[in-house]
């Protein structure tokens, strides 16, 4: 098989994760605003961070890297975290300023897209500092969740959950001006 058309693959193991993660986004919205079945969400998004790990994992392991995977990774990523904060903000989770901060980065990046584009670079590479601030998220999220609860976890997935949304938030902006620089488009 060519690196060509190693490339051009569909059918992978990390591929049909990152599909079946695209498939939970509704499936866990659905459950936030109208059900409000809250344990079920919370192990929707619990399982989407790890399929988002292990679809990394084994594409790197097995050689099972492709175009395709390299576009619905990051982009179930993005429709986790977007459609997380604005069911969280709806039920009066999260803050507004929050999501305000966090989809601004998404706002401020897509900006610079024609110019990057003008200049031969079809898409940002994705980096380390981009998956910790989308780890770091996509654990705040659902600790925050759990916060907005009673019980004894409450307060303790308060803190924690808080020290992982700044810390994301941060890294998130962070991550995103570094792509503005020539390291991240030409990595």
Known sequence: ??????EDRIWTVPNLLSFLRLLGVPVFFWLVLGPKADGWAI?????????DWLDGKIARAF????????IIDPAADKLYVFATIIALLLRDVI????VVVVLGRDVFVACFAPVLRKYGYKALQVHFLGKA?????????PLLFLAS????YAEIARIVGW???????GL????????????????
């Open 1 to 6: 098989m060519s690196e060509t058309s190693a």
């Open 43 to 51: 192990g929707i998004l619990a399982v989407a961070g790890f399929t």
């Open 63 to 70: 050689n099972q890297t492709s175009r395709l995977g390299r």
């Open 95 to 98: 803050p507004w300023w929050l």
């Open 133 to 141: 601030a989308m780890f770091n998220l996509m654990y705040a999220f």
């Open 149 to 152: 609860h009673s019980g004894w």
């Open 163 to 169: 020290a992982f949304a700044l810390w994301g938030t």
């Open 172 to 187: 998130y902006w962070w991550a995103g001006g570094r792509c503005m620089s020539y390291r991240c488009v030409n990595w």
